[in-house]
Antibody, heavy 118, light 107 residues
Protein backbone atom coordinates (compact mmCIF):
# COMPACT_ATOMS: atom_id res chain seq x y z
CA UNK A 1 0.00 0.00 0.00
CA UNK A 2 1.36 3.39 -1.02
CA UNK A 3 1.76 5.76 1.92
CA UNK A 4 2.92 9.35 1.88
CA UNK A 5 3.28 11.06 5.24
CA UNK A 6 4.04 14.77 5.39
CA UNK A 7 5.55 16.53 8.38
CA UNK A 8 7.07 19.87 9.28
CA UNK A 9 4.12 22.19 8.95
CA UNK A 10 3.38 24.89 11.48
CA UNK A 11 3.18 28.58 12.18
CA UNK A 12 5.93 30.83 10.81
CA UNK A 13 6.30 34.59 10.59
CA UNK A 14 6.37 36.41 7.26
CA UNK A 15 9.87 36.34 5.85
CA UNK A 16 10.69 33.18 7.76
CA UNK A 17 11.64 29.70 6.62
CA UNK A 18 10.21 26.24 7.04
CA UNK A 19 11.14 22.76 5.86
CA UNK A 20 8.64 20.08 4.96
CA UNK A 21 9.32 16.36 4.69
CA UNK A 22 7.40 13.51 3.16
CA UNK A 23 8.14 9.90 4.09
CA UNK A 24 7.17 7.46 1.36
CA UNK A 25 6.52 3.73 1.53
CA UNK A 26 4.83 0.96 -0.40
CA UNK A 27 6.45 1.65 -3.77
CA UNK A 28 9.89 1.96 -5.37
CA UNK A 29 10.45 5.58 -4.42
CA UNK A 30 13.46 6.23 -6.65
CA UNK A 31 11.56 5.40 -9.83
CA UNK A 32 8.77 7.91 -9.28
CA UNK A 33 8.58 11.65 -9.69
CA UNK A 34 7.34 13.51 -6.65
CA UNK A 35 5.44 16.75 -6.34
CA UNK A 36 4.26 19.24 -3.76
CA UNK A 37 0.76 20.60 -4.25
CA UNK A 38 -0.84 23.17 -1.98
CA UNK A 39 -4.32 24.38 -1.19
CA UNK A 40 -4.96 27.70 0.51
CA UNK A 41 -7.95 27.77 2.88
CA UNK A 42 -11.16 27.62 0.86
CA UNK A 43 -9.27 27.75 -2.44
CA UNK A 44 -8.34 25.38 -5.24
CA UNK A 45 -5.32 23.18 -5.79
CA UNK A 46 -2.01 24.72 -6.86
CA UNK A 47 0.92 22.62 -8.10
CA UNK A 48 4.04 23.98 -6.37
CA UNK A 49 7.04 21.90 -7.41
CA UNK A 50 8.11 18.56 -8.83
CA UNK A 51 11.29 16.50 -8.98
CA UNK A 52 12.25 13.50 -11.09
CA UNK A 53 13.13 10.14 -9.60
CA UNK A 54 16.85 10.64 -9.89
CA UNK A 55 16.73 14.36 -9.05
CA UNK A 56 17.96 15.31 -12.53
CA UNK A 57 14.93 17.51 -13.13
CA UNK A 58 13.13 19.92 -10.85
CA UNK A 59 10.47 22.48 -11.67
CA UNK A 60 8.62 25.17 -9.77
CA UNK A 61 5.50 27.26 -10.09
CA UNK A 62 6.28 30.91 -10.82
CA UNK A 63 4.72 31.84 -7.47
CA UNK A 64 7.48 30.06 -5.53
CA UNK A 65 10.44 30.10 -7.91
CA UNK A 66 13.56 31.39 -6.20
CA UNK A 67 12.07 30.94 -2.72
CA UNK A 68 11.32 27.21 -2.50
CA UNK A 69 13.68 24.29 -3.12
CA UNK A 70 12.59 20.70 -3.68
CA UNK A 71 14.90 17.77 -3.06
CA UNK A 72 14.79 14.08 -2.25
CA UNK A 73 16.84 11.40 -0.53
CA UNK A 74 16.19 8.11 -2.28
CA UNK A 75 18.20 6.19 0.33
CA UNK A 76 15.66 7.28 2.93
CA UNK A 77 12.56 7.37 0.70
CA UNK A 78 12.01 10.98 1.68
CA UNK A 79 10.97 14.11 -0.18
CA UNK A 80 11.72 17.62 1.06
CA UNK A 81 10.57 21.17 0.46
CA UNK A 82 12.60 24.04 1.85
CA UNK A 83 10.55 27.23 1.93
CA UNK A 84 12.25 30.59 2.38
CA UNK A 85 10.99 34.18 2.39
CA UNK A 86 7.53 32.98 3.30
CA UNK A 87 4.55 35.21 2.65
CA UNK A 88 1.00 35.25 3.97
CA UNK A 89 -0.16 33.92 0.61
CA UNK A 90 1.92 30.77 1.14
CA UNK A 91 -0.51 29.76 3.89
CA UNK A 92 -1.98 26.44 2.78
CA UNK A 93 -2.20 22.73 3.28
CA UNK A 94 0.81 21.24 1.51
CA UNK A 95 0.34 17.81 -0.05
CA UNK A 96 3.11 15.43 -1.05
CA UNK A 97 2.17 13.47 -4.17
CA UNK A 98 3.68 10.84 -6.44
CA UNK A 99 3.42 9.95 -10.09
CA UNK A 100 5.42 9.14 -13.17
CA UNK A 101 7.61 11.98 -14.47
CA UNK A 102 5.57 12.07 -17.68
CA UNK A 103 2.29 10.97 -16.16
CA UNK A 104 -0.43 12.02 -13.76
CA UNK A 105 -0.17 12.48 -10.02
CA UNK A 106 -1.74 9.32 -8.68
CA UNK A 107 -1.08 9.12 -4.93
CA UNK A 108 -1.39 11.82 -2.33
CA UNK A 109 -0.50 12.28 1.31
CA UNK A 110 -2.96 13.74 3.79
CA UNK A 111 -1.27 17.12 3.88
CA UNK A 112 0.43 19.37 6.41
CA UNK A 113 -0.74 22.88 7.25
CA UNK A 114 1.62 25.81 6.87
CA UNK A 115 0.46 29.11 8.34
CA UNK A 116 2.40 32.29 7.64
CA UNK A 117 1.33 34.97 10.07
CA UNK A 118 2.75 37.43 12.56
CA UNK B 1 2.84 27.94 -18.11
CA UNK B 2 -0.23 26.32 -19.62
CA UNK B 3 -3.46 27.77 -18.27
CA UNK B 4 -6.34 25.41 -17.55
CA UNK B 5 -9.80 26.99 -17.60
CA UNK B 6 -12.46 24.89 -15.95
CA UNK B 7 -16.19 25.49 -16.08
CA UNK B 8 -18.53 25.89 -14.43
CA UNK B 9 -17.01 26.90 -11.11
CA UNK B 10 -19.99 25.39 -9.35
CA UNK B 11 -23.22 23.63 -10.17
CA UNK B 12 -26.27 22.36 -8.37
CA UNK B 13 -27.69 19.00 -9.39
CA UNK B 14 -29.97 16.27 -8.14
CA UNK B 15 -29.27 12.60 -7.56
CA UNK B 16 -29.64 10.85 -10.90
CA UNK B 17 -28.74 13.89 -12.99
CA UNK B 18 -26.17 13.81 -15.76
CA UNK B 19 -23.36 16.25 -15.01
CA UNK B 20 -20.74 17.61 -17.40
CA UNK B 21 -17.63 19.59 -16.46
CA UNK B 22 -15.29 21.05 -19.02
CA UNK B 23 -11.63 21.99 -18.99
CA UNK B 24 -9.87 24.01 -21.68
CA UNK B 25 -6.11 24.29 -22.05
CA UNK B 26 -4.42 27.44 -23.33
CA UNK B 27 -2.36 25.26 -25.66
CA UNK B 28 -2.57 21.66 -26.81
CA UNK B 29 -1.77 19.02 -24.19
CA UNK B 30 -2.45 15.94 -26.35
CA UNK B 31 -4.44 13.66 -24.02
CA UNK B 32 -2.19 14.37 -21.02
CA UNK B 33 -4.98 15.34 -18.66
CA UNK B 34 -6.31 13.92 -15.45
CA UNK B 35 -9.48 14.48 -13.45
CA UNK B 36 -9.51 14.49 -9.65
CA UNK B 37 -12.24 14.40 -7.04
CA UNK B 38 -11.77 16.09 -3.69
CA UNK B 39 -14.07 15.91 -0.69
CA UNK B 40 -13.83 18.39 2.21
CA UNK B 41 -10.82 17.81 4.43
CA UNK B 42 -9.50 15.03 2.23
CA UNK B 43 -6.71 14.67 -0.32
CA UNK B 44 -7.68 14.61 -3.99
CA UNK B 45 -8.31 11.29 -5.68
CA UNK B 46 -7.40 10.49 -9.28
CA UNK B 47 -10.49 9.43 -11.22
CA UNK B 48 -9.36 9.54 -14.84
CA UNK B 49 -5.94 9.73 -16.48
CA UNK B 50 -4.91 10.23 -20.09
CA UNK B 51 -8.17 12.13 -20.63
CA UNK B 52 -10.37 9.03 -20.75
CA UNK B 53 -8.77 6.15 -18.83
CA UNK B 54 -10.83 5.25 -15.78
CA UNK B 55 -8.76 4.38 -12.73
CA UNK B 56 -9.23 1.02 -11.05
CA UNK B 57 -12.10 1.06 -8.59
CA UNK B 58 -13.71 4.23 -9.97
CA UNK B 59 -17.39 3.71 -10.83
CA UNK B 60 -18.23 3.46 -14.52
CA UNK B 61 -20.66 6.40 -14.26
CA UNK B 62 -17.55 8.59 -14.51
CA UNK B 63 -16.13 9.12 -17.97
CA UNK B 64 -13.72 11.49 -19.64
CA UNK B 65 -13.21 12.63 -23.19
CA UNK B 66 -11.28 15.10 -25.26
CA UNK B 67 -7.86 15.76 -26.70
CA UNK B 68 -5.74 18.76 -27.53
CA UNK B 69 -7.30 21.71 -25.75
CA UNK B 70 -10.85 20.69 -24.84
CA UNK B 71 -11.78 18.05 -22.29
CA UNK B 72 -14.92 16.85 -20.54
CA UNK B 73 -15.68 14.94 -17.37
CA UNK B 74 -19.14 13.38 -17.33
CA UNK B 75 -21.00 11.77 -14.45
CA UNK B 76 -23.81 9.85 -16.09
CA UNK B 77 -26.06 9.51 -13.04
CA UNK B 78 -25.05 11.56 -10.02
CA UNK B 79 -24.93 9.67 -6.75
CA UNK B 80 -24.93 11.09 -3.20
CA UNK B 81 -21.25 10.25 -2.75
CA UNK B 82 -20.34 12.25 -5.87
CA UNK B 83 -21.00 15.62 -4.27
CA UNK B 84 -17.48 17.03 -4.16
CA UNK B 85 -15.11 19.37 -5.98
CA UNK B 86 -13.54 18.24 -9.24
CA UNK B 87 -10.28 19.43 -10.75
CA UNK B 88 -8.48 18.87 -14.03
CA UNK B 89 -4.67 18.75 -14.14
CA UNK B 90 -2.49 18.82 -17.23
CA UNK B 91 0.52 16.50 -17.09
CA UNK B 92 1.77 17.42 -20.56
CA UNK B 93 4.62 19.55 -19.27
CA UNK B 94 6.06 21.36 -16.28
CA UNK B 95 4.98 23.35 -14.43
CA UNK B 96 1.88 21.25 -13.98
CA UNK B 97 -1.31 23.31 -13.80
CA UNK B 98 -4.74 22.68 -12.34
CA UNK B 99 -8.10 24.00 -13.38
CA UNK B 100 -9.83 26.24 -10.85
CA UNK B 101 -12.18 23.47 -9.72
CA UNK B 102 -15.90 22.73 -10.03
CA UNK B 103 -17.94 22.30 -6.88
CA UNK B 104 -20.87 19.94 -7.37
CA UNK B 105 -23.59 20.68 -4.84
CA UNK B 106 -26.94 19.15 -4.00
CA UNK B 107 -29.95 20.88 -5.52
Amino acid sequence: EVQLLESGGGLVQPGGSLSLSCAASGFTFSTYAMSWVRQAPGKGLEWVSGISGGSSGAFYADSVKGRFTISRDNSKNTLFLIMNSLRAEDTAVYYCASGLWSGPIDYWGQGTLVTVSS
Amino acid sequence: AIQMTQSPSSLSASVGDRVTITCRASQGVRNDLGWYQQKPGKAPKLLISAASSLQSGVPSRFSGSGSGTDFTLTISSLQPEDFATYYCLQDYNYPRTFGQGTKVEIK
